[in-house]
Structure formats: C-alpha cells, structure tokens
C-alpha cells in the first residue's frame, strides 16, 4: 500500500497567519493517463471529513480561496494564506491513484 | 438537497456480525457510486472500498477482503455495508460517502466491538 506521510502532526498557528503541511508519498502519484490523485480533506471536530482540494491543486466548490495545494511527483503542500478559527481540525492528505486508495496520519491545526 | 443518512450506534460482540445502512436522497441514487471510509477512535482515516450503485461492482480494501459486503437497493435509495467476523479493531466510526468522497457524506456510525 501507498504511505502517505504528514509533517507536522500538531500545528499551532495563531490567528490570520498563514500554516502549512506537508505530505510524502512513498511512491508517485502519477497516473498512467497523467493525473494526479492527491487530494487534501478537513475534518473539523465532530464532523464528517470535507474534501477541499483534488488533483494536487484545484479547489473544490465553496472552499475559500485562503486554501490552496500544490506539489508533484511524492511531494505535496497544503497552505492556508491566513487562518480562521472555523480552519481549526484535522487535515488529511489522501491518494486517489493506486488502490487501496489511502490518507495521511492526519494534521491537527490549533489556535495559538 | 443531497442527505446521506446513516442508521445508528451499534455494539457488538467479538465475531459478530454488522450491517449499517446509508440512505440516499435529494439525488439519482443510480448515477453516483457509494464509498465507505472508517476512522478508529482518536485515529486517521481507512478507505473501505465502494460500489457502482448502476451495475453493484465492488472493489474492496485487500485487508477487508471476505469479511466485507456492500450492497445497494434502488428501490429505497440505501447502501449497505456488512462487516462480519468482528473484532476489537473493527471499533471505529464508519461513513458512507457520495462517489468518492468529493462532496456528500453520511454522519457517521459508531460501531463498537467488545466483549
């Protein structure tokens, strides 16, 4: 199965500054047609996950713009440009590309 | 507007069997596949598999293989997934999601295996 590693684990962040987590996969990600199935999800507490990002770096609808992905290859970064408090959860990178499909040990975005 | 509603808090015993319901509306329940994902407590996230809700094919996770089932039933909209042969690690929080996640999922049911 595909590792997808997640740096860091905890992430204290104070307020309207920006955060960002790493995530490394143990093989590429890179599909056979070009695609890459990297996608980030949020789960705030007590919630169902949320996914906000497919393919790397494209937003999903009614996400805001602060949330943004980027990377290639095994390496991929999620960045919030200026965090609210309603960004505060948990934060899984997942790949879509080789079965079974699988996430990160999830990051915990906090508050300072 | 799209709901996915999944049945109840469950409690079993060791070697048991579980079969959780996610019921679809607001949608055409035959156009979009149905994904389970677990999530043991305090733990990250497992992809379970899904099912074409068109043509019921299945693709499970290699480590649920012969333990697990999804099926559909169009006529009331519902997904099902029966895990059997239960145990302590089996403990965890499963959803039912639209396709593959990108939009609509279920709120979750807790199932908890102890003896």
């Known amino acids: 199965d595909v590792v997808m590693t997640q740096s860091p684990l905890s992430l204290p962040v104070t307020l309207g500054q920006p955060a960002s987590i790493s995530c490394r996969s143990s093989?590429?990600?890179?599909?056979?047609?070009?695609?890459?199935?990297l996608n980030w999800f949020q789960q705030r507490p007590g919630q169902s996950p949320r996914r906000l990002i497919y393919?790397?770096?494209n937003r999903d609808s009614g996400v805001p713009d602060r949330f943004s992905g980027s990377g290639s290859g095994t390496d991929f970064t999620l960045k919030i440009s200026r965090v609210e408090a309603e960004d505060v959860g948990v934060y899984y990178c997942?790949?879509?590309?080789?079965?079974?499909?699988?996430f990160g040990q999830g990051t915990k975005l906090e508050i300072k | 507007q799209v709901q996915l509603v999944q049945s109840g808090a469950e409690v079993k015993k060791p070697g048991a069997s579980v079969k959780i319901s996610c019921k679809a509306s607001?949608?055409?329940?035959?156009?979009?596949?149905i994904s389970w994902v677990r999530q043991a407590p305090g733990q990250g996230l497992e992809w379970m598999g899904w099912?074409?809700?068109?043509?019921?094919?299945?693709t499970y996770a290699q480590k649920l293989q012969g333990r697990v089932t999804m099926t559909t039933d169009t006529s009331t909209s519902t997904a099902y997934m029966e895990l059997r042969s239960l145990r302590s690690d089996d403990t965890a929080v499963y959803y039912c999601?639209?396709?593959?996640?990108?939009?609509?999922w279920g709120q979750g049911t807790l199932v908890t295996v102890s003896s």
């Open positions: 607001g949608y055409i329940f035959s156009t979009y596949d």
């Open positions: 999601a639209r396709n593959y996640g990108e939009d609509y």
């Open positions: 997942m790949q879509g590309t080789h079965w079974p499909y699988t």
């Open positions: 093989q590429s990600l890179v599909y056979s047609d070009g695609s890459t199935f």
């Open positions: 099912i074409s809700v068109y043509n019921d094919k299945t």
């Open positions: 393919k790397v770096s």
